[in-house]
């Protein structure tokens, strides 16, 4: 098989209206991403680009996540577009934890503003560790050196406050509509001797594998395939699988030896994270296990939670939420119904440190501390030991209400 270039999901953050939409839809045209065609005509013609929705055509707002991909000479690249109104923190919360690196978009001729702000602490929190500024709308303030340089003197003070030196971030002044630096050094602002965002994007490191972490492997599904048996089937989220050793699946329990692991219609001999594949293991039946069942090595089996502590943000709630209320959680691949026991404290959003007064509710826009009790039993993992399977969205009614961390378990066993 053909080695696929390296894989970066980057995000895109920051204030609304500072041109984040514009700005992704023109580097997308620019990267041959998108031809010339699927551009809406007039003002409005790049920001669309990743608005799928009808809805956010007529409210003109970004409100969903939209991924795109696009290549560089150097990686392949996922857009993780993130919305910038106040009431889709949310998006901002799902989308960015699986990003490898953000672009802030700060506009030229508005600076600092208060999602700014909100969002540089949220990507500290969800540790995104690479950073790009893109000082955008630079053709509003007539390309002036000296309104590139206060807006950076701005951005470098919120920088500095939570502990990141500017002089490790680049900026680069741009015209996401006019298409300043995003491919080509631009000729308006001569005065800026540094790279186009594009140069800028292939000097991010991507991820490394997990490959030291314990094994997980979420079951999508599972199959009965003849001549082989039964045939679970997920991605590999962190560790190596190799074929020979012992597996068991959480929370069923069931356990086995790996007969055989299979990718594209191709036998590996070992498995490794991001691979998406379907194993046989020894001893295993169809009704032994279920999509949402967590594979791992038997030596470190997944942990199956009795309760655990997260941090939750709530995105969009009709009313309050109170101990005792119990929406489906959505981790990794599990569907779980779970209970809120206790309302441990809020968080202030500024500063991320926990507010002293123990909260009798909490609504949309609030981040908090709660405790937590699946109704039945899942895998659940501390999010700084195993980023991927510490995450988690809370649907009801139809829609994500909330998404979350999950800080500590107490397991069932």
Same mark, same amino acid.
């Given at each position: 098989?053909?080695?696929?270039?390296?894989?970066?999901?980057?995000?895109?953050?920051?204030?609304?209206?500072?041109?984040?939409?514009?700005?992704?839809?023109?580097?997308?045209?620019?990267?041959?991403?998108?031809?010339?065609?699927?551009?809406?005509?007039?003002?409005?013609?790049?920001?669309?680009?990743?608005?799928?929705? @009808?809805?956010?055509?007529?409210?003109?707002?970004?409100?969903?996540?939209?991924?795109?991909?696009?290549?560089?000479?150097?990686?392949?690249?996922?857009?993780?577009?993130?919305?910038?109104?106040?009431?889709?923190?949310?998006?901002?919360?799902?989308?960015?934890?699986?990003?490898?690196?953000?672009?802030?978009?700060?506009?030229?001729?508005?600076?600092?503003?208060?999602?700014?702000?909100?969002?540089?602490?949220?990507?500290?929190?969800?540790?995104?560790?690479?950073?790009?500024?893109?000082?955008?709308?630079?053709?509003?303030?007539?390309?002036?050196?000296?309104?590139?340089?206060?807006?950076?003197?701005?951005?470098?003070?919120?920088?500095?406050?939570?502990?990141?030196?500017?002089?490790?971030?680049?900026?680069?002044?741009?015209?996401?509509?006019?298409?300043?630096?995003?491919?080509?050094?631009?000729?308006?602002?001569?005065?800026?001797?540094?790279?186009?965002?594009?140069?800028?994007?292939?000097?991010?490191?991507?991820?490394?594998?997990?490959?030291?972490?314990?094994?997980?492997?979420?079951?999508?599904?599972?199959?009965?395939?003849? @001549?082989?048996?039964?045939?679970?089937? @997920?991605?590999?989220?962190?560790?190596?699988?190799?074929?020979?050793?012992?597996?068991?699946?959480?929370?069923?329990?069931?356990?086995?030896?790996?007969?055989?692991?299979?990718?594209?219609?191709?036998?590996?001999?070992?498995?490794?994270?991001?691979?998406?594949?379907?194993?046989?293991?020894?001893?295993?039946?169809?009704?032994?296990?279920?999509?949402?069942?967590?594979? @791992?090595?038997?030596?470190?089996?997944?942990?199956?939670?009795?309760?655990?502590?997260?941090?939750?943000?709530?995105?969009?709630?009709?009313?309050?939420?109170?101990?005792?209320?119990?929406?489906?959680?959505?981790?990794?691949?599990?569907?779980? /119904?779970?209970?809120?026991?206790?309302?441990?404290?809020?968080?202030?959003?500024?500063?991320?440190?926990?507010?002293?007064?123990?909260?009798?509710?909490?609504?949309?826009?609030? /981040?908090?501390?709660?405790?937590?009790?699946?109704?039945?039993?899942?895998?659940?993992?501390?999010?700084?030991?195993?980023?991927?399977?510490?995450?988690?969205?809370?649907?009801?009614?139809?829609?994500?209400?909330?998404?979350?961390?999950?800080?500590?378990?107490?397991?069932?066993?």
């Amino acid at each position: 098989m053909a080695k696929e270039k390296e894989h970066i999901n980057l995000a895109f953050i920051g204030h609304v209206d500072h041109g984040k939409s514009t700005l992704v839809g023109h580097l997308l045209l620019k990267a041959g991403a998108i031809a010339e065609q699927q551009l809406d005509e007039g003002e409005d013609k790049f920001r669309f680009v990743m608005d799928k929705l @009808g809805e956010e055509r007529e409210r003109g707002v970004t409100i969903d996540l939209a991924h795109q991909k696009f290549s560089t000479k150097k990686y392949d690249y996922t857009v993780v577009d993130c919305p910038g109104h106040r009431d889709f923190v949310k998006n901002m919360i799902t989308g960015a934890s699986q990003a490898d690196a953000a672009v802030l978009v700060v506009a030229a001729n508005d600076g600092v503003m208060p999602q700014t702000k909100e969002h540089m602490f949220l990507s500290m929190t969800l540790g995104i560790k690479q950073l790009i500024i893109a000082v955008n709308k630079m053709d509003m303030e007539n390309y002036s050196e000296d309104r590139f340089n206060e807006v950076k003197e701005e951005v470098s003070v919120l920088l500095k406050s939570i502990g990141r030196n500017p002089a490790d971030v680049p900026f680069i002044p741009m015209s996401a509509f006019e298409g300043d630096n995003i491919k080509e050094k631009s000729d308006n602002m001569p005065w800026y001797k540094g790279d186009t965002l594009m140069d800028e994007l292939d000097k991010l490191t991507p991820p490394e594998k997990p490959v030291d972490l314990p094994l997980r492997i979420p079951i999508q599904d599972v199959y009965s395939i003849t @001549g082989v048996g039964t045939v679970p089937v @997920g991605r590999v989220e962190t560790g190596i699988m190799k074929k020979g050793e012992n597996v068991i699946f959480e929370p069923a329990g069931a356990s086995g030896e790996v007969k055989s692991i299979e990718m594209h219609h191709e036998v590996f001999e070992e498995a490794e994270p991001g691979d998406n594949i379907g194993f046989n293991v020894r001893g295993v039946g169809k009704n032994d296990i279920r999509r949402g069942d967590v594979a @791992g090595h038997t030596s470190d089996a997944p942990t199956v939670a009795k309760e655990f502590t997260a941090q939750v943000v709530v995105l969009q709630h009709p009313g309050v939420i109170t101990v005792g209320y119990t929406p489906v959680f959505h981790c990794h691949t599990s569907q779980t /119904a779970c209970t809120f026991l206790d309302l441990t404290s809020k968080i202030d959003p500024a500063t991320g440190q926990p507010l002293p007064d123990k909260p009798d509710f909490i609504k949309t826009g609030d /981040a908090a501390i709660v405790q937590i009790k699946p109704t039945k039993p899942m895998v659940m993992e501390e999010a700084k030991n195993i980023p991927p399977m510490g995450r988690f969205a809370i649907r009801d009614m139809g829609q994500t209400v909330a998404a979350g961390l999950c800080l500590k378990v107490t397991p069932a066993k």
